[in-house]
């Protein structure tokens, strides 16, 4: 098996050229020959590498643009002898080559240092991935040219290293000296920046792809090559993983980790151990660090969390899809609940979409998610009661009155109201009884009652 580093640098190669010589360049599927007429669009900005000689009969060339000539290439007028092969003198057309976008996945490919086209294997890169992450080397082939659009929702698109024409510019300073020579501006073009740092991803545990941002604009080159459309997964509820354009059957597993943690060296645990075995043959795995957008209550935004994410895809159709890969996620799950507080693994969560099943599994394997949630569940009772009590105090809320008998609140007995002809009263200042009178047994209802008042002298209200 071909590992691929996980936290070491990845070579990926861009695959379109504007070359002279390719067929593919031209309108008519074909390279000129000498009794036809060359036409370049006058208003379009391109750089053309050109490997031999050739005789022509016209051409029109761009009014900005350049050629880049290897040794002994050129071009000649044509003398008007028979070539056997070219009988047809048609006006053909450079193509077009303003759509090849940076971001679009299907114009990379992952190779080895030196060019050579890397083998897809068991290990397979996310849709955001397949582009260059901040941290990768961008080769773009010797004795080629090319033309990218790099527009992007970043201002600047970091890089460790570019290789242009063979050489490699892997510092700051090289690319900027690069950036001001004539070539530059006609093989980029876009509102996105193209920065080399010269470093690679300085965490064990992993480095983020950093393309994220653009991940619309990825998604949106991948689909418009394939027919606007995602492939219809047999697995009802297909999986999403973070950085992919599709839903998948299989399984993806989520880990949370620590300072220990090493990515490299537990994929190659990983690999060596249970991606090799005979019956996961034809698995793939994509392991990477991502960040997990966290939301308050699940609706405000709130910051985003690092976490492995393990992405699990078979080969097998019908209702067998995914079962290979959820059987190698239950393997993995179970390995990390022997091995992963040494491994540096804290927790993990699996989910499964198969063709066998109407809805996606989910499992878990927490080291210490207990007692957060716990914890978690304490303060947010917490919140709940010290906001009904806020609301409560404000007049905001009206809660229901309860009458309990507690032994520390003195309970007064209700009084029975007084009846409405009774218009006295006891004077604790006073204690002299009114006077009496035989009234019978009925008191007439104008019966007037008076009291003296012992701080009143009449005899000084009438002086």
């Known amino acids: 098996l071909l590992l691929r ?10 695959i379109p050229n504007t070359n002279f010589e390719t067929a593919s360049n031209w309108d008519k599927g074909r390279v000129p020959c000498a009794s036809d007429v060359v036409h370049f669009e006058k208003d379009k900005v391109v750089s053309v590498f050109v490997k031999s000689p050739h005789a022509l009969t016209d051409m029109y060339l761009p009014l900005n643009g350049e050629f880049v000539l290897a040794a002994g290439a050129g071009f000649t007028a044509f003398n008007g002898s028979w070539d056997p092969g070219c009988d047809s003198g048609e006006t053909v057309r450079f193509a077009d080559v303003e759509q090849h976008a940076w971001f679009d996945p299907t114009l990379w490919q992952e190779v080895f240092p030196s060019g050579e086209l890397r083998p897809s294997g068991r290990i397979f890169s996310v849709d955001e991935e397949r582009v260059p992450c901040r941290h990768d080397d961008v080769i773009f082939q010797a004795e080629t040219s090319f033309r990218v659009n790099t527009d992007s929702s970043q201002q600047v698109i970091q890089l460790r290293s570019i290789s242009v024409m063979g050489q490699e510019l892997s510092t700051p300073s090289s690319w900027a000296g690069y950036l001001q020579g004539p070539s530059a501006p006609l093989q980029f073009h876009g509102n996105g920046t193209l920065q080399v740092t010269g470093t690679g991803c300085p965490d064990k545990s992993g480095c983020a792809c950093g393309n994220a941002p653009d991940g619309p604009r990825i998604c949106a080159a991948l689909l418009r ?4 459309r995602c492939p219809e997964p047999v697995c009802q509820s297909p999986l999403q993983p973070l950085g992919h354009c599709c839903g998948v059957c299989g399984a993806t597993i989520n880990l949370d980790f620590t300072p220990d943690f090493d990515l490299q060296k537990y994929q190659d645990r990983l690999v060596q151990e249970l991606l090799s075995q005979p019956k996961y043959a034809g698995v793939q795995m994509a392991i990477s660090k991502v960040h997990k957008a966290q939301t308050f209550l699940g609706i405000v935004p709130r910051s985003s969390t690092p976490l492995i994410q393990i992405v699990l895809i078979d080969d097998r159709a019908g209702v067998q899809a995914g079962t290979a890969a959820e059987q190698l996620a239950a393997d993995i799950m179970e390995d990390m609940a022997q091995h992963g507080e040494a491994l540096g693994i804290s927790s993990g969560k699996m989910e499964v979409a198969t063709g ?9 394997h927490t080291l210490s998610r207990i007692t957060a949630g716990t914890v978690m569940g304490i303060l947010f009772g917490l919140l709940f009661l010290g906001g009904i009590l806020f609301l409560y105090r404000k007049g905001k809320l009206r809660l229901p009155a309860l009458r309990h008998s507690q032994p520390w609140v003195r309970m007064e007995e209700p009084v029975s109201p007084a009846p409405d002809s009774d218009k006295g009263f006891n004077n604790p200042m006073f204690s002299v009884e009114p006077p009496s009178s035989d009234l019978g047994e009925e008191t007439p209802k104008d019966l007037q009652v008076f009291y003296l008042n012992p701080l009143y002298d009449a005899s000084e209200s009438e002086t």
């Open 356 to 364: 066998n099943t109407f809805s996606r599994q989910t499992g878990s």
């Open 5 to 14: 580093g996980a936290a070491a640098a990845v070579y990926k190669q861009w």
């Open 225 to 228: 090559a394939s027919g606007r």
